[in-house]
Every structure is written in structure tokens, then in C-alpha cells.
């Protein structure tokens, strides 16, 4: 497998990042997007679109600005993984996909045991699980199953918080005792937790639930775990925060930090024909760019296998596997260094991006 | 480096007692005497100018987890207005990690201390401070209301585990110390207490705010780090809170003792909003307990944001939110909680408040026992020191400001009556030598030969605020970052820690923990050099034994 491809055909590595450093800084609003990366790539990527004045996007910006445009208008409350298995006696879990959006929840969450803290301890916990995926759900034994698609989650969530403030909903009579009961679960909760991910659910349903939060808060206490977006959405996230005050989304173009959810959208900048030159970064599993347009000069970091035939490409090795990388954690909500499973001597996108930032002086873009 | 000298400034050094025209010499980053027979490679003129150590910024919420929530929570906070210089990459990024550094290095602040970093969330507070650039760092870590203490003070564990227990966290989260915030108060908020005063009882754990935080005041005593515990007391905000200071202080048993923003402790409940300043009566109190240090946590009148690890307050908060919004994090122990706040001249609460710092500060005799903080950003932004210096400084000031008071704030706070003004040299015991000795900082804070070179040299004029919010000159590590207050290129500062010894008994006594409770290795946790982005990010504080 070759380390770096032009259109298909071997060049060499320092070449490859020459020619991205000259399509990148001879571009008139660069952007650089996916960012599948650890933070240490983040970082390297932020301060790459920072010097050419570009805008920067993560691959799952979208199920990531659920989750903030929630907090940003409403506000959140969230606790651990690991608060969730030690306190909550009451465990809703909300939509599809979990297990798959997070394969470790199961054991994390410890739900086939009881909590450990309060005087909940030791007593069999509550798990609820509304519009699963198929038999998800039997992989938790009694948890109490809702049927429910994707689509009606929010108006499940409206009616329960309907009911929880005492408001008549047009249901009927069955329906309305069995949300009832529920209802009544959760006041009754001492640590409740609802359990999310934003990969689907829409913003309604995120704000539904953080509401009822609000309200269960009155008398009890509840919470909530979100699970991260994929190829390192969470940590990408933070890393831009501290580095630029804001999400990706971000662009440069004065000279400072903008966010505009939509105006940086990737595929939107590329489609549109803002920008004219993308470095597409995936490093964990090298998924592809979802804009349409194929003439956009392209520069590729992503693994082996990925190898695309348009473009630069240049080969990274994979984050925590064939290098330590520091990561969020879904377990911890945290921070860690993971270190390298099967390593290997393939640059980092951190190294890569350093690379090609060496041949960016400021002095091409000032 | 080569030999530099700063010719004929207003020299203002109260830890050598200097306060007079002199030279300071410095080569290879550090402070040097007047060398025999060699004359200095440059040589500055900085007279009319006054020259002191960098300052020490003692408490300041500027890294981790709950200020990047702030920073997503509030976008229309901080919108950036202004394009970068070149060589300082997001410079101007309003509150990002680089401006951070940017702005206190052009005020000529060199040090600041982060006092609330949580142990489970240490190394995100560790990576944003490698992304602040210039200035030296450092953390708190936060313990007090996490089950592996509490259950040792449950089960009437000996000292020895618990200094132990203690000094390993604090080395390996690698931190300048331990802070204790709402002790007991927060792991009962998660029980669903919504109230938590001094001797009130921890649910399960039998145990009050007062014993635990002796406890940890003990033990920060006994495995020899030179900061005093550092506590957030109980019932924060809350009018008539006097007496949990007052009570705090008595509890305190005479050993060291560091109080965080007492401002917002200082209230008590009279008038007709059953509201007043309290500060008077804590002044006295801290004049007759010199065990005692504090910090003020100024109100500055501006739109800012609430972050802290006190989490109960912080949900007791969310109703007075500015704007309504909020987040509400139940950590693994402290956690925290972010409120929005906007403080109003004309808001009679937020005015008492601010005359309650200001009579903090000007009533408690020692300079070295009381640090200016805003508690930043909870009390108005740091960028304020410049403004809250020069009101220390002018009763006249202070006047013109009381005049635009609701007039029924003057009745309940004894502000008008103080003439104190600081001087200079007052400013500086608070900024540089009573804060290097809070942190047992020995070779910064100062300007003897052997310390840091860490220089702010500053032009004298009508505005003081502008005198030291935009720095003349300043050297750090004896690199000139800052000329005619504007940063001219980064250089990377160091992350400051301490490492107590303790018994290594106790480290596999937390793995067990960790396992048996998470099924997770403790290690998880760690701040390994190897997560950090460049090498030499730390440099190590000697422990006072
Ligand atoms: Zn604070």
C-alpha cells in the first residue's frame, strides 16, 4: 500500500505534502472538514484552517449541534456513564441505535445490576427503553419496552410531559393510564437518568426531554448521559471550544473565529463553490465526504484502505490503534490517552498536518 | 540569553522591601545581580516607569471541562470582532485558551492558577493549558465530595490513608494543591438536598461539611503543600451567609486556611430586601484570624457567567439565570454547574455586592491576606483587574461610582466612609509577593537575583486602569512578550506542580477501588506527559517539606 497517491498513482510522501500545502494555501476559502481525528489532529487542523483564513467542520457536526443548539438555547443537564451506574434507579433510554452508537452502554451502564449509591442501593433498577431498534432491548433483561419510531420520540416525550404537569392529551383512556404510569415512575425516581443519542434524535425531541428534566428536577433529582457523535465527534468538539470559543462549524475568514452552523457546513461550502480546496480528514475508518461536487481540489488524510482514486491522498495511521492518541471517553466523559493497539509507524494526522503546516508560511496568506 | 538590563525605573518589590528608583538585571531567564566587570548586552531605559515582578493570578477560572461548556453554552458571549496579529494564532478569539493568554501577559500577569480542576477531568485542563500561551499555569484539584474520601472519614480511617490518599492526587493530577468546594454539599445535592450549611449531615456518610473539610485542611498541612486548603464554602450567595463565613473561620482551628471569593459570603439581612454588605464585620474577622487568607471575588458590573463545581448552588441559580439558560453537569464527585448572569449598577442586590468586595478589600488591614480575584468569571472577567486596581486605589473614584448606586444600597454597606487608597506597593503585595508566598512560590513574585525573570514594567499616568491593563513592557522567562501593551509573539509557559510523597500502599489500594466500583483502571484518569502536545509542559514546585 503506497503512504500517498495523486489521482491513484504513487508520489512520494514529502512531495505529497508539498502539493497539499500549495492546493491549500493557494486557495481562496480552504476548508477543512470531516476531522475524524484525536485531539492532538484537531488541534493541528484548527490552527491549519486558522493560518489559511479557512473554516473548519467534523463529519458529524450535525448530531453534535443537537445536542448544542439545546444547550445553547434551553441549557442541559447531563451526568457520567458512570454516575448513571453507580445512583440511577431509573433508566430511560430514548430511541434506536444505542448499543450501536455506543457498543460498550450495556456494560457501562451496568443495567442488569442494581445502583450502588443512596438509598437506592442495592434495590433492582428501572430500565425503560422507548422506540428501540428491532430487539435491541432484549439485551436488557426487564427493561420495559415503547414502542415508538424515530419520528413520533418527540410527541412521546411531549405527552409525558404533558401528563407529568397534570395537562390533558388527546389520547386515549388506555394510553393516557400507561403514560400515567410512567409518569409515575419517574417522579418517583431518586436519581433518574435518561440515556441519549443525538445520531437520532431531532433537536425537538433532545429539548423535550432536557425540559422534563427541568421539571423533574422540582422534586427529585434526574439527569441525563448523551453518547458522543462518531470518528471523535465529542473530543473535536471540546478541542474546538477552548481553541476558538465555538463548535466546528467555524470559519476564518476575517481573520477571527465565525460559527454559523450553516454557513460552514461542509458540504454546503463545497456544493455551493465557497470553497474551492477541502483537506478531508478520517482517520479512524476513512469514510467518505458527503458533498456532491467531484471537481473540488482534494486533499485525503485517512487509512490504508481508503485510498481514493481522485485527489491527494495521504495515508494516516488510525487513532488509539496504530498510535496513542488522547480521545474522548464514553465511559468516563473525560478525557484519556489510549494508547496505540496495534502500532504501526503511520503518520498521525497531527504529523501530517504538521507537515504540510511547515510548508504554509504565513507570509503566502498575510 | 543574553545580559539585559532596565535602567533607572520606580523599582516596587515588597518582597526585597524595594520601593525606589533602581536597575534589575536578568540573563538566561532569570534575575541576576548587578555583575562585576561585564556591561549588559541591552540595555533599557525604563525611567519614569514603574517596574515590578509579573503578577500571580491566585484563583481564575480559565481551563477544563466547565469553562469549554460555558464557552458552547454562550456563543453570543464572546463573538470575536478583531483580526489577529501575525505570530499569535486565535489571539483574538474571544475567550478561547490563546486570547486568555494574550490578555493577561499585555497586563503583565505571568502566573495564574486554575483553583478548580476536577480529578477525573484533569488532563482536558491540562491540554487547554498547553494551548495558553506565554504565561505559567496552574490547577487546584478538586476533593470533598468524592466517595473514596468520605467513605475513609466514614469508616474513622487513620490520618495516614488519608494524607495518602490526598498527596497521590494531587500528584497525579499534577496540581499546585487541593481545593474543597461546598464539602459534603454536592454528594447531597445528588440525594436531593437543595440546602447545605456547615453542620449539616452528608446522607449515608454521617459526616458534616465542617469535619471534612478539617480533615482535608489536616491533611494539606501534613504531606507538606504549601497552599493552604482552599475552600468554597457553603451556602453561597444566600443572604445572612456571614455566619457560615464567621462559623468557617472559628471552625478553622487556627491552622491555614484559604477562603475562596468571600465577597460572596459577605451578606447580611437588613433593609427592606433583607440584604446587606456583611464586609465590614468579615474584615475584622480575617484581621483577627491571620491563619486565614482570602480572595474577594470583586462583582464588576458587566454580562458574564457563573461556572462552578458547587453544584447545588448552581441549580438553585438556574431560576435567575441572564439569559435563561443553563447547564447542570453531576459529576463523578463535584461536576458542575454553568448560570448565566448579567450584574446591574442599578440592581440593588448586584450593588450591595460590590460594595461588599470593595469594603473586603479595604478594610482587611494585610495585603498579603487578601487577593483581588473576580473569581473570574463569576464575579465580571478578569480583563477588569485593570478598573477594580484603580478603584482600590481612588476614593474619588469609588465616590463617583457610589453616586450611581440605588440610593438605598449606601444605607447597608460602610463603603462611603473609607478613605483607604492603595498604594503601588499594596498592589503589588496582593499581586506578587503575598501571592507567590500563598503558593510557596520562592523564586517568583519578585525580583531577587535567582528568581524568574518575570517583568512588568508599567507607564504612569492619570488612568491607572490603563496603566495596568496595557503593560508597557513585559519579560517572560526574560523573553520580551509584550511592548506598549500588545503581545508581539507567543512563547510557551509552564505548568506548575507539586508532587507530595506519600506511602505507595495507597495506589493499589485505588486500583482496587477503581475496579471493584467502575470495572475501569484508575489509570484512565492519568495525565501522562505522552497525552500532551509538548514535551517540558510541566515544571515542578518543591513541597514545604
Ligand atoms: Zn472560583
Known amino acids: 500500500m503506497e503512504t500517498a497517491t495523486l489521482d491513484g ?115 433492582p433498577r428501572k430500565v425503560i427503553w422507548v422506540g428501540p431498534e428491532g430487539d435491541e432491548a432484549n439485551a436488557v433483561p426487564g427493561a420495559k419496552v415503547i414502542p415508538a419510531s424515530v419520528q413520533e420520540l418527540s410527541g412521546v416525550l411531549a405527552a409525558w410531559r404533558a401528563r407529568f404537569g397534570g395537562r390533558p392529551v388527546a389520547l386515549g383512556a388506555e394510553k393516557v393510564a400507561l403514560i400515567d404510569g410512567l409518569v409515575e415512575t419517574l417522579r418517583n425516581a431518586r436519581f433518574g437518568v435518561f440515556v441519549w443519542s443525538a445520531s437520532t434524535l431531532d433537536p425537538l425531541a433532545i429539548e423535550m426531554m432536557q425540559a422534563l428534566v427541568i421539571e423533574l428536577n422540582a422534586t427529585t433529582r434526574f439527569t441525563g448521559v448523551h453518547i458522543g457523535g462518531r470518528s471523535g465527534a465529542s473530543g473535536v468538539t471540546q478541542a474546538a471550544g477552548w481553541m476558538t470559543g465555538f463548535p466546528p462549524r467555524t470559519g476564518f475568514g476575517r481573520g477571527y473565529p465565525e460559527h454559523d452552523p450553516w454557513r460552514f457546513e461542509s458540504s454546503r461550502l463545497v456544493d455551493s463553490g465557497e470553497a474551492d480546496a477541502a483537506l478531508w480528514i478520517s482517520a479512524f475508518d476513512g469514510e467518505k465526504p458527503s458533498w456532491s461536487r467531484a471537481d473540488i481540489p482534494l486533499i485525503t488524510l485517512a487509512p490504508a484502505h481508503t485510498s481514493p482514486s481522485r485527489g491527494l491522498f495521504i495515508k494516516v495511521g488510525q487513532p488509539g490503534v496504530t498510535h496513542d492518541a488522547v480521545l474522548m471517553s464514553q465511559e468516563t466523559g473525560g478525557m484519556t490517552l489510549r494508547k496505540a493497539s496495534a502500532p504501526t509507524d503511520a503518520p498521525s494526522v497531527a504529523q501530517a498536518i504538521g507537515a504540510i503546516m511547515a510548508e504554509v508560511s504565513e507570509g503566502a496568506w498575510r | ?378 464575579g465580571g472577567p478578569f480583563t477588569t483587574y485593570p478598573e477594580l486596581f484603580a478603584l482600590l486605589m481612588s476614593a474619588d473614584l469609588r465616590a463617583q461610582h457610589l453616586a450611581r448606586l440605588p440610593a438605598d444600597v449606601l444605607e447597608h454597606t460602610t463603603l462611603p466612609s473609607i478613605s483607604r487608597e492603595y498604594t503601588l506597593y499594596e498592589i503589588a503585595q496582593m499581586s506578587r509577593s503575598g501571592a507567590a508566598k500563598l503558593f510557596g512560590f520562592v523564586d517568583r513574585g519578585r525580583l531577587s537575583p535567582g528568581a524568574v525573570a518575570d517583568i512588568a514594567v508599567y507607564k504612569p499616568g492619570r488612568d491607572v486602569a490603563g496603566m495596568f491593563r496595557r503593560a508597557a513592557l513585559v519579560f517572560k522567562d526574560g523573553a520580551l512578550v509584550v511592548r506598549d501593551g500588545q503581545v508581539s509573539h507567543y512563547t510557551r509557559g509552564k505548568t506548575l506542580h507539586i508532587r507530595p510523597r506519600y506511602d505507595q500502599q495507597i495506589t493499589n489500594r485505588l486500583d482496587s477501588y477503581y475496579d471493584d466500583l467502575y470495572g475501569l483502571p484508575r489509570s484512565i484518569f492519568d495525565v501522562p506527559d505522552a497525552a500532551l502536545p509538548h514535551k517540558d509542559a510541566f515544571a515542578e514546585v518543591p513541597c514545604r517539606i
Open chain 1, 9 to 123: 498513482k504513487a508520489i512520494a510522501l514529502g512531495d505529497a505534502y508539498k502539493h497539499a500545502a500549495k492546493i491549500l494555501s493557494g486557495a481562496a476559502f480552504p476548508l477543512v472538514a470531516g476531522l475524524g481525528a484525536d485531539v492532538a489532529g484537531a488541534r493541528a487542523a484548527i490552527l491549519l484552517a486558522e493560518r489559511l483564513k479557512g473554516a473548519f467542520d467534523h463529519l458529524a457536526s450535525r448530531e453534535t449541534l443537537a445536542d448544542i443548539d439545546v444547550k445553547r438555547s434551553f441549557g442541559m443537564f447531563t451526568t457520567t456513564a458512570n454516575e448513571a451506574r453507580l445512583r440511577g434507579d431509573c433508566v430511560v433510554l430514548i430511541g434506536p441505535g444505542l448499543t450501536r452508537a455506543w457498543p460498550g452502554m450495556l456494560e457501562r451502564l451496568a443495567l442488569a445490576e442494581p445502583p450502588r449509591r443512596g438509598a437506592q442501593a442495592q434495590q
Open chain 2, 1 to 378: 540569553m543574553a545580559l539585559t538590563v532596565l535602567r533607572g525605573g520606580h523599582i516596587v518589590d515588597p518582597a526585597t522591601g524595594q520601593d525606589a528608583i533602581g536597575d534589575v538585571w536578568f540573563e538566561d531567564g532569570r534575575i541576576v545581580e548587578r555583575p562585576e566587570g561585564r556591561s549588559a548586552d541591552h540595555e533599557i531605559d525604563v525611567s519614569g516607569h514603574i517596574v515590578m515582578a509579573g503578577a500571580i493570578d491566585i484563583h481564575s477560572h480559565i481551563a477544563g471541562g466547565n469553562v469549554n461548556t460555558a464557552r458552547l453554552l454562550l456563543p453570543e458571549l464572546h463573538r470575536a470582532i478583531r483580526a489577529r496579529l501575525a505570530d499569535t494564532p486565535l489571539s483574538t478569539a474571544k475567550w478561547s485558551s490563546y486570547e486568555t493568554g494574550r490578555l493577561y501577559a499585555q497586563m503583565g500577569f505571568t502566573t495564574v492558577v486554575e483553583p478548580a480542576m476536577a480529578p477525573h477531568h484533569a488532563l482536558q485542563t491540562h491540554l487547554e493549558f498547553n494551548d495558553v500561551p506565554i504565561i505559567d499555569k496552574g490547577a487546584l484539584t478538586v476533593l470533598g465530595n468524592d466517595d473514596f474520601l468520605l467513605g475513609m472519614l466514614r469508616d474513622g480511617e487513620k490520618d495516614g490513608a488519608i494524607n495518602d490518599y490526598v498527596a497521590q492526587t494531587v500528584e497525579n493530577t499534577r496540581s499546585l494543591g487541593l481545593k474543597c468546594i461546598n464539602p459534603g454539599g454536592v454528594e447531597a445535592f445528588k440525594e436531593n438536598m437543595r440546602a447545605f450549611g456547615l453542620d449539616d449531615v452528608v446522607p449515608f456518610y454521617g459526616l458534616t461539611s465542617r469535619q471534612i473539610f478539617q480533615a482535608l485542611q489536616k491533611s494539606t498541612q501534613a504531606v507538606g503543600i504549601a497552599h493552604p486548603l482552599h475552600l468554597h464554602m457553603n451556602n453561597l450567595g444566600l443572604a445572612g451567609n456571614i455566619d457560615t463565613a464567621l462559623a468557617t473561620i472559628d471552625a478553622a482551628q487556627g491552622l491555614p486556611l484559604h477562603l475562596a471569593h468571600v465577597q460572596f459570603y459577605a451578606y447580611g439581612k437588613e433593609g427592606k430586601n433583607g440584604f446587606s454588605s456583611a464586609g465590614a464585620l468579615f474584615a475584622e474577622k480575617v484581621n483577627a484570624n491571620p491563619n486565614v487568607s482570602v480572595d474577594v471575588g470583586q462583582v464588576m458590573f458587566s454580562d458574564t457567567v457563573t461556572i462552578s463545581s458547587d453544584v447545588l448552588k448552581q441549580f438553585n441559580s438556574l431560576p435567575g439565570a441572564i439569559p435563561k439558560k443553563g447547564a447542570i453537569f453531576d459529576g463523578d464527585a463535584n461536576g458542575g454547574g454553568i448560570v448565566p448572569y448579567a450584574y446591574k449598577i442599578s440592581n440593588y442586590y448586584n450593588a450591595i455586592q460590590w460594595a461588599a468586595g470593595l469594603e473586603l478589600f479595604l478594610l482587611i488591614d494585610n495585603p498579603e491576606q487578601v487577593f483581588f480575584t473576580t473569581d473570574h468569571p463569576n
